[in-house]
C-alpha cells in the first residue's frame, strides 16, 4: 500500500464547479498534513496546512480525519487559475521528511 | 518575502562526472531538505538535514550522495558519479518547523 495515495484523477470541470480531492494516508503516526499546488516545471507551492478542526482559506477548505486516515481538499467556483496538480503531503514528524502523493491534475475549464 | 533559491537552474552533465547543486534556504530556518522529481513522477525525499548532520534520508540517497552547509547560508547536494537515472528535478526546501518551502529547483540532465 502507498504511503500517501491520492485520487488518480485527471478532473476536468467547468469555471464555477466545485471540485473536491481525496487523500488517505497509511501511516497512523504521521503529524503534519499539507496541500500543495504544483505548476507544470515548477516547485511545489504550500496551498494550506490541514489541521483535524478543519481550516478554510478563501474559496479552499481542507478537511482531515484521523481515525480515517484521510484529508480532504474542496475548491469553490474553480478558477481557471486553479488549473495544476495538487499534491497531498504528509509528514511524520513536524520538521522531518515530507511523503508527497502521486498527485491529482485538475483542469478548469471556460 | 524571503524564498528559497537555487542554482544553478540547468545543469547538463556527462555521465560518471560529479554535481554539486547548489541552495540559499531562508535564512531563519533551521531544517533543511533535498527531493528530486523524475520528469512525470511524484516528489521524492532525499534527506533532511538539522544541527549541521543529515537527520534522515531515504534509500535513493546512497553512497554516491552527500549534503553539505558548508557556511551559514548554503546548503548543498554532490553527486559523486552521476548516472543516466539521475535526471531529474532536484528541489531544495527549508522550514522552522511546519510547512516547507520549496526553491524553484535545479534541472539536471545527465548525457
Known amino acids: 500500500r502507498k504511503e500517501v495515495e491520492q485520487d488518480p484523477g485527471p478532473f476536468n470541470v467547468p469555471e464555477g464547479a466545485t471540485v473536491a480531492f481525496n487523500c488517505t494516508y497509511s501511516n497512523s503516526a504521521s503529524q503534519s498534513f499539507f496541500w500543495y499546488r504544483q505548476d507544470c516545471r515548477k516547485e511545489p507551492k504550500l496551498l494550506m496546512s490541514v489541521y483535524s478542526s478543519g481550516n478554510e482559506d478563501g474559496r479552499f477548505t481542507a478537511q482531515l480525519n484521523r481515525a480515517s486516515q484521510y484529508i480532504s481538499l474542496l475548491i469553490r467556483d474553480s478558477k481557471l487559475s486553479d488549473s495544476a496538480t495538487y499534491l497531498c503531503v504528509v509528514g511524520r514528524t513536524n520538521a522531518g521528511k515530507s511523503t508527497f502523493g502521486d498527485g491529482t491534475t485538475l483542469t478548469v475549464k471556460p | 518575502e524571503p524564498e528559497v533559491t537555487q542554482t544553478p537552474s540547468h545543469q547538463v552533465t556527462q555521465m560518471g562526472q560529479e554535481v554539486i547543486l547548489r541552495c540559499v534556504p531562508i535564512?531563519?530556518?533551521?531544517?533543511f531538505y533535498w527531493y528530486r522529481q523524475i520528469l512525470g513522477q511524484k516528489v521524492e525525499f532525499l534527506v533532511s538535514?538539522?544541527?549541521?548532520?543529515?537527520?534522515?534520508k531515504s534509500e535513493i540517497f546512497d553512497d554516491q550522495f552527500s549534503v553539505e552547509r558548508p557556511d551559514g547560508s548554503n546548503f548543498t547536494l554532490k553527486i559523486r558519479s552521476t548516472k543516466l537515472e539521475d535526471s531529474a528535478m532536484y528541489f531544495c526546501a527549508s522550514t522552522p518547523g511546519g510547512e516547507q518551502f520549496f526553491g524553484p529547483g535545479t534541472r539536471l540532465t545527465v548525457l
Open positions: 538535514f538539522y544541527n549541521n548532520e543529515i537527520s534522515e
Open positions: 535564512s531563519n530556518h533551521l531544517y
